[in-house]
Protein backbone atom coordinates (compact mmCIF):
# COMPACT_ATOMS: atom_id res chain seq x y z
CA UNK A 1 0.00 0.00 0.00
CA UNK A 2 3.17 2.44 0.67
CA UNK A 3 4.15 1.89 -2.82
CA UNK A 4 0.90 3.22 -3.76
CA UNK A 5 0.87 6.45 -1.94
CA UNK A 6 4.42 7.03 -2.42
CA UNK A 7 3.80 6.56 -6.42
CA UNK A 8 0.93 9.03 -6.51
CA UNK A 9 3.12 11.67 -4.60
CA UNK A 10 6.16 10.63 -6.78
CA UNK A 11 4.07 11.79 -10.23
CA UNK A 12 2.12 14.46 -8.99
CA UNK A 13 5.54 16.43 -7.59
CA UNK A 14 7.53 15.42 -10.97
CA UNK A 15 4.73 16.29 -13.23
CA UNK A 16 4.28 19.38 -10.97
CA UNK A 17 7.95 20.22 -11.16
CA UNK A 18 8.67 19.08 -14.75
CA UNK A 19 5.53 21.99 -16.15
CA UNK A 20 6.87 24.81 -13.97
CA UNK A 21 10.65 24.12 -15.25
CA UNK A 22 9.45 23.98 -19.01
CA UNK A 23 7.43 27.04 -19.05
CA UNK A 24 10.12 29.21 -16.75
CA UNK A 25 12.40 27.75 -18.98
CA UNK A 26 10.78 28.98 -22.11
CA UNK A 27 12.27 28.93 -25.07
CA UNK A 28 15.15 26.54 -23.70
CA UNK A 29 13.08 22.90 -23.05
CA UNK A 30 14.86 20.92 -20.10
CA UNK A 31 16.27 18.23 -22.36
CA UNK A 32 18.13 21.60 -24.14
CA UNK A 33 19.13 22.41 -20.49
CA UNK A 34 20.58 18.65 -19.91
CA UNK A 35 22.47 18.67 -23.02
CA UNK A 36 23.96 22.29 -22.50
CA UNK A 37 25.64 21.05 -18.66
CA UNK A 38 26.53 17.51 -20.11
CA UNK A 39 28.37 19.41 -22.54
CA UNK A 40 30.10 22.56 -20.50
CA UNK A 41 31.41 19.65 -18.41
CA UNK A 42 32.52 17.90 -21.14
CA UNK A 43 32.96 20.36 -24.37
CA UNK A 44 33.72 19.60 -26.86
CA UNK A 45 31.86 16.81 -27.63
CA UNK A 46 30.64 14.24 -31.03
CA UNK A 47 26.94 13.75 -30.88
CA UNK A 48 28.02 9.61 -30.70
CA UNK A 49 29.60 10.95 -27.01
CA UNK A 50 26.00 11.88 -26.04
CA UNK A 51 24.20 8.70 -26.86
CA UNK A 52 26.11 7.45 -23.10
CA UNK A 53 24.63 10.45 -21.22
CA UNK A 54 21.01 10.23 -22.70
CA UNK A 55 18.66 7.62 -22.97
CA UNK A 56 17.99 8.14 -26.31
CA UNK A 57 18.45 7.20 -30.33
CA UNK A 58 21.02 8.64 -32.17
CA UNK A 59 18.12 10.26 -34.75
CA UNK A 60 16.91 11.90 -31.78
CA UNK A 61 19.77 13.65 -30.79
CA UNK A 62 20.47 14.73 -33.97
CA UNK A 63 16.99 16.44 -34.10
CA UNK A 64 18.05 17.91 -31.17
CA UNK A 65 21.29 19.38 -31.61
CA UNK A 66 19.81 20.52 -35.11
CA UNK A 67 17.40 22.99 -32.89
CA UNK A 68 19.46 23.88 -30.66
CA UNK A 69 21.98 24.99 -33.24
CA UNK A 70 18.70 26.84 -35.09
CA UNK A 71 18.67 28.23 -31.62
CA UNK A 72 21.92 29.51 -31.60
CA UNK A 73 22.77 27.97 -28.59
CA UNK A 74 25.67 25.24 -29.82
CA UNK A 75 28.43 25.37 -32.70
CA UNK A 76 29.32 22.50 -35.09
CA UNK A 77 32.89 22.15 -36.18
CA UNK A 78 34.67 19.86 -38.47
CA UNK A 79 37.49 18.24 -37.24
CA UNK A 80 40.40 19.82 -38.38
CA UNK A 81 42.36 16.09 -39.05
CA UNK A 82 39.17 13.96 -40.16
CA UNK A 83 36.56 15.68 -41.86
CA UNK A 84 34.00 13.11 -41.42
CA UNK A 85 33.92 14.10 -37.34
CA UNK A 86 32.02 17.07 -36.10
CA UNK A 87 32.68 18.76 -33.26
CA UNK A 88 30.04 20.20 -31.11
CA UNK A 89 30.56 23.04 -28.37
CA UNK A 90 27.95 25.64 -26.31
CA UNK A 91 27.86 29.06 -27.82
CA UNK A 92 27.83 32.04 -25.23
CA UNK A 93 24.49 32.33 -25.77
CA UNK A 94 24.20 28.43 -24.66
CA UNK A 95 26.29 29.33 -21.90
CA UNK A 96 23.77 31.97 -20.96
CA UNK A 97 20.64 30.06 -21.34
CA UNK A 98 22.59 27.16 -19.54
CA UNK A 99 23.19 29.69 -16.77
CA UNK A 100 19.71 30.93 -16.65
CA UNK A 101 18.19 27.15 -16.49
CA UNK A 102 20.46 25.89 -13.90
CA UNK A 103 19.19 28.99 -11.51
CA UNK A 104 15.98 28.90 -12.17
CA UNK A 105 15.37 25.02 -11.46
CA UNK A 106 17.54 25.75 -8.64
CA UNK A 107 15.21 28.39 -7.21
CA UNK A 108 12.02 26.00 -8.40
CA UNK A 109 13.99 23.19 -5.93
CA UNK A 110 14.41 25.53 -3.12
CA UNK A 111 10.80 26.85 -2.98
CA UNK A 112 9.91 23.21 -2.35
CA UNK A 113 12.67 22.08 -0.39
CA UNK A 114 11.83 25.13 1.76
CA UNK A 115 7.93 23.72 2.81
CA UNK A 116 10.28 21.70 5.26
CA UNK A 117 13.19 22.24 8.09
CA UNK A 118 16.85 21.62 6.75
CA UNK A 119 16.88 18.64 8.60
CA UNK A 120 14.05 16.92 6.68
CA UNK A 121 16.06 18.08 4.08
CA UNK A 122 18.91 16.28 4.78
CA UNK A 123 16.81 13.37 5.66
CA UNK A 124 14.74 13.27 2.44
CA UNK A 125 18.00 13.51 0.17
CA UNK A 126 19.62 10.75 2.53
CA UNK A 127 15.93 8.41 1.55
CA UNK A 128 15.86 9.41 -1.68
CA UNK A 129 19.61 8.00 -2.16
CA UNK A 130 18.25 4.87 -0.23
CA UNK A 131 15.70 4.63 -2.16
CA UNK A 132 17.93 5.07 -5.58
CA UNK A 133 20.56 2.68 -4.50
CA UNK A 134 23.09 5.50 -4.47
Known amino acids: MMSVE ?6 KLTKEWKMNLEQSLAPLTE ?16 PSDLLQHLSTTPAAITTLLDR ?55 LLVYLLGKVANA
Not at 101 to 121: F, W
Open 6 to 11: FNRLWT
Open 31 to 46: GQLNVLELMLAHQPMK
Open 68 to 122: MERNGLIVRTRDNHDRRIVWVSVSLKGEEEAKRGTALRTQMLEQSLDRISAHNQQ
